[in-house]
């Protein structure tokens, strides 16, 4: 019987040495997600902008709603090879795994392809690296961190023909140049600012030193107001999309624009076009400001909503109040009291 005793010696020694190789195949593992070969659907504004403006553009390159992308799921090996190994977890909601014997010390990928992004976060949750012994004896977990790893921004594209055509038949004058003397908003504090444009409130709510910007002559500068709480998320990305329409017209145009909504922090940066479609792929989903922030000072305001909100009413006829050109869009059906030209549209797109 001495053969019993040397293969259970034997057995021993393949579980301790798979035991020896689980613990260092958990060692330097790294798990790395991000988009690749986004495909523009029929329609996608990213066959449309012009190369200089994608050129500023997320890399390696911008997601609007409906289009496709792919997800890379990258394993590294910092200290040497490595394997089995195979990571799992959710992807915008849904379960997404993929594995590997051998990850190399170049490191190793796959892309899992995503078809007709909706507007928003895409999320990374619940993400695990699973390790394991060749005979599968002892297996090891670590868990990655949340993230986010792709902003799907809004759909849009030019309503200056629309716009053009619906003002000539109502006649409406055009806005007069700004002053150079107008407060457009806040920005930054930057070394040689005068001492007397900062803005202390805002500074202390921001945790820095902002200061007043002003208006420069003959530049327009549009607000464009939106409903803080749009009651479906169909309403919600077409208020997104009219209102990235009309941020991109003043932009393509040379003017400047602020996104601001009762309730919400207004943009920050006028002439960035990809930061005012980050702000409206996250809405209405913003920093909430407390009620302090005011509504930002324009040559015209474009309001567009789905709901009679009082603070953004009250906000559109201070606006018209003050001599400013004010006109809006309207999502679905609801009944507005206000003196100034509107569009009923619904949620189909495009409007």
Same mark, same amino acid.
């Given at each position: 019987?001495?053969?019993?005793?040397?293969?259970?010696?034997?057995?021993?020694?393949?579980?301790?040495?798979?035991?020896?190789?689980?613990?260092?195949?958990?060692?330097?593992?790294?798990?790395?997600?991000?988009?690749?070969?986004?495909?523009?659907?029929?329609?996608?504004?990213?066959?449309?902008?012009?190369?200089?403006?994608?050129?500023?553009?997320?890399?390696?390159?911008?997601?609007?709603?409906?289009?496709?992308?792919?997800?890379?799921?990258?394993?590294?090996?910092?200290?040497?090879?490595?394997?089995?190994?195979?990571?799992?977890?959710?992807?915008?909601?849904?379960?997404?795994?993929?594995?590997?014997?051998?990850?190399?010390?170049?490191?190793?990928?796959?892309?899992?392809?995503?078809?007709?992004?909706?507007?928003?976060?895409?999320?990374?949750?619940?993400?695990?690296?699973?390790?394991?012994?060749?005979?599968?004896?002892?297996?090891?977990?670590?868990?990655?961190?949340?993230?986010?790893?792709?902003?799907?921004?809004?759909?849009?594209?030019?309503?200056?023909?629309? /716009?053009?055509?619906?003002?000539?038949?109502?006649?409406?004058?055009?806005?007069?140049?700004?002053?150079?003397?107008?407060?457009?908003?806040?920005?930054?504090?930057?070394?040689?600012?005068?001492?007397?444009?900062?803005?202390?409130?805002?500074?202390? =709510?921001?945790?820095?030193?902002?200061?007043?910007?002003?208006?420069?002559?003959?530049?327009?500068?549009?607000?464009?107001?939106?409903?803080?709480?749009?009651?479906?998320?169909?309403?919600?990305?077409?208020?997104?999309?009219?209102?990235?329409?009309?941020?991109?017209?003043?932009?393509?145009?040379?003017?400047?624009?602020?996104?601001?909504?009762?309730?919400?922090?207004?943009?920050?940066?006028?002439?960035?076009?990809?930061?005012?479609?980050?702000?409206?792929?996250?809405?209405?989903?913003?920093?909430?400001?407390?009620?302090?922030?005011?509504?930002?000072?324009?040559?015209?305001?474009?309001?567009? $909503?789905?709901?009679?909100?009082?603070?953004?009413?009250?906000?559109?006829?201070?606006? =018209?109040?003050?001599?400013? /050109?004010?006109?809006?869009?309207?999502?679905?059906?609801?009944?507005?009291?206000?003196?100034?030209?509107?569009?009923?549209?619904? $949620?189909?797109?495009?409007?």
């Amino acid at each position: 019987m001495p053969w019993l005793f040397l293969l259970a010696w034997w057995v021993l020694a393949l579980v301790g040495a798979a035991a020896v190789y689980a613990g260092w195949n958990r060692s330097g593992l790294s798990l790395r997600l991000a988009v690749r070969n986004a495909t523009p659907a029929a329609g996608s504004p990213a066959d449309e902008l012009p190369d200089h403006v994608l050129r500023r553009g997320p890399v390696p390159a911008p997601v609007f709603e409906g289009d496709g992308f792919g997800i890379e799921i990258a394993l590294g090996a910092a200290r040497g090879e490595r394997g089995p190994v195979w990571a799992a977890g959710q992807i915008a909601n849904k379960d997404v795994s993929a594995g590997t014997g051998l990850v190399p010390k170049a490191g190793w990928s796959r892309v899992k392809v995503f078809r007709a992004a909706r507007r928003g976060p895409v999320s990374a949750s619940g993400w695990r690296i699973h390790t394991s012994d060749p005979l599968g004896f002892f297996g090891g977990v670590r868990r990655a961190a949340d993230s986010e790893i792709a902003l799907i921004l809004p759909r849009f594209a030019s309503l200056a023909a629309r /716009r053009q055509t619906r003002e000539l038949e109502a006649s409406v004058a055009a806005p007069r140049a700004g002053s150079g003397n107008e407060l457009f908003g806040i920005r930054e504090y930057r070394p040689g600012d005068s001492l007397r444009r900062i803005h202390w409130r805002s500074s202390a =709510r921001h945790g820095e030193l902002v200061v007043r910007e002003y208006e420069p002559p003959g530049v327009q500068t549009l607000g464009i107001f939106v409903d803080p709480n749009p009651v479906t998320t169909e309403i919600a990305d077409q208020v997104a999309r009219i209102a990235a329409s009309e941020a991109w017209d003043c932009l393509r145009d040379g003017g400047r624009v602020v996104i601001w909504g009762p309730g919400l922090e207004p943009t920050q940066s006028p002439r960035d076009l990809w930061g005012l479609l980050e702000w409206l792929a996250r809405y209405p989903s913003q920093a909430p400001t407390n009620g302090e922030a005011s509504p930002p000072a324009s040559g015209e305001v474009v309001m567009v $909503t789905s709901s009679a909100n009082p603070a953004l009413i009250e906000a559109v006829d201070e606006a =018209r109040r003050r001599g400013t /050109r004010v006109r809006g869009w309207v999502i679905g059906d609801a009944e507005l009291d206000i003196d100034a030209p509107m569009e009923r549209v619904g $949620t189909a797109w495009p409007v």
